[in-house]
């Protein structure tokens, strides 16, 4: 399928995830001496098909029914409104346009709203519909593609897919930035982080695995294997809450949306060392993100800032979440936070394993994209823990 995510009426099969609009690379402007890089990559089948399940009306209702998300956008836009005002907008996978008219709303002089969805031609109606036809011009393409014939002071995009990185539509954004930005530029977001954390969820194996044990009064038992391959062989996405998750979580990868380059994102690999805080049965590991809003003159190189892409051991502490009030704009996708329709992105475990309190859980995930299809994510999570090794591998496509 297209993308994961989402639930049916269980609440716990993926649905298709809002398909995105770009295919990644970069081939701005070389400097003077520099050889160009190579050409955009071409347009697969799996992209036509994801350019083709984003023009479906649902997926628009769903993203912009999405109060936190859509709320923190218009909140960040008008925060930075003295950077946007009476400058010029790229909007990079506009969908129906509503960032890009906010970003009119704020009194952009000019947004190019881009979108390789059929859903740019409702857009081109939108933005009729609002009288800023003057303003909002849309183009209907892959980014790679397009024609801009100008440089642009903001990018705006609302890039992130479950767990952060699946669709692989950061490519795409840094495309245009390396293509269109001017130096000093302001990006929207602005950098993201992606944890990682085991949890419990005992509930879900009742609904999906112990079910089968007595149906109707009737001995179902030779199900479970196969009940238990079904429902956890590839992540699922779902709400969990704060309650599910059993220590602090550990940053996964850090992004500066000013400084990342394409090749960063392939292979993102971090250790990770947890302890337990109660005893309790560990069901799998959870992913989720936030992202901050923050303009250009607060960023750091990955020399100054003494990080990279790639995660660590270290986990985020009470006090690294109280660093978070200095960020201006915020959008957390944590499971104690408001629940938005990115969820969180489960990896369960076929058998679950019986934590003590104080129990050590150690090891290391490695993210990659598919080698089948760059929007798709390998995930493999090596992990120890009771005097034993054990190994997680899925693939959320």
């Not at 750091?300 to 790639?310: E, W």
């Not at 502490?317 to 489960?346: F, G, M, R, Y």
Request: proline residues 6%; negative net charge; hydrophobic residues 40%.
């Amino acid at each position: 399928m297209l993308a994961g995510g989402g639930a049916d009426g269980n609440g716990y099969l993926p649905r298709p995830r809002r398909a995105r609009r770009g295919g990644g690379g970069g081939m701005g402007s070389p400097p003077p001496g520099q050889a160009p890089p190579p050409p955009p990559p071409p347009c697969t089948d799996y992209d036509m098909a994801y350019f083709k399940a984003y023009s479906h009306i649902g997926v628009h209702e769903e993203m912009l029914k999405d109060h936190v998300r859509t709320s923190t956008y218009r909140n960040a836009i008008m925060h930075h409104q003295d950077l946007i005002s009476g400058k010029v907008v790229l909007d990079v996978g506009c969908g129906t346009g509503v960032l890009s008219i906010f970003c009119a709303f704020a009194g952009a002089t000019r947004v190019y709203a881009v979108d390789a969805s059929e859903i740019a031609l409702q857009a081109v109606e939108i933005v009729r519909e609002n009288e800023l036809s003057d303003r909002v011009i849309v183009l209907h393409g892959r980014i790679e593609d397009v024609e801009i014939e100008e440089k642009v002071d903001v990018i705006i995009s609302e890039w992130m897919g479950y767990m952060l990185l699946y669709e692989s539509m950061l490519g795409s954004v840094i495309f245009a930035r390396d293509k269109w930005l001017k130096p000093g530029g302001l990006i929207l977001p602005s950098h993201a982080s992606l944890y990682l954390a085991p949890i419990t969820n005992s509930q879900r194996y009742k609904d999906s695995v112990y079910f089968w044990q007595d149906v109707y009064g009737i001995k179902m038992s030779s199900m479970m294997p196969l009940a238990k391959q079904c429902a956890f062989m590839e992540p699922s996405v779902e709400t969990i809450s704060g309650e599910n998750v059993l220590t602090w979580p550990t940053v996964v990868a850090q992004v500066d949306c000013y400084t990342i380059q394409a090749l960063e994102l392939e292979t993102i690999t971090a250790t990770f060392k947890y302890t337990s805080m109660l005893q309790a049965p560990l069901h799998g590991f959870a992913f989720w993100f936030d992202v901050e809003f923050n303009g250009p003159v607060r960023q750091k190189s990955k020399k100054q800032a003494g990080q990279s892409l790639d995660g660590d051991s270290q986990n985020a502490s009470p006090s690294n979440k109280k660093k978070k009030a200095d960020v201006s704009i915020l959008l957390s996708t944590a499971p104690e936070d408001a629940p938005t329709h990115w969820q969180q992105t489960l990896l369960y475990l076929f058998e679950p394993i019986e934590l003590k309190k104080d129990q050590n859980i150690e090891g290391s995930v490695t993210i990659s994209q598919s080698q089948q299809h760059a929007r798709f994510l390998n995930i493999c999570l090596k992990y120890f823990t009771g005097d034993q090794w054990y190994v997680k591998e899925s693939v959320m496509k």
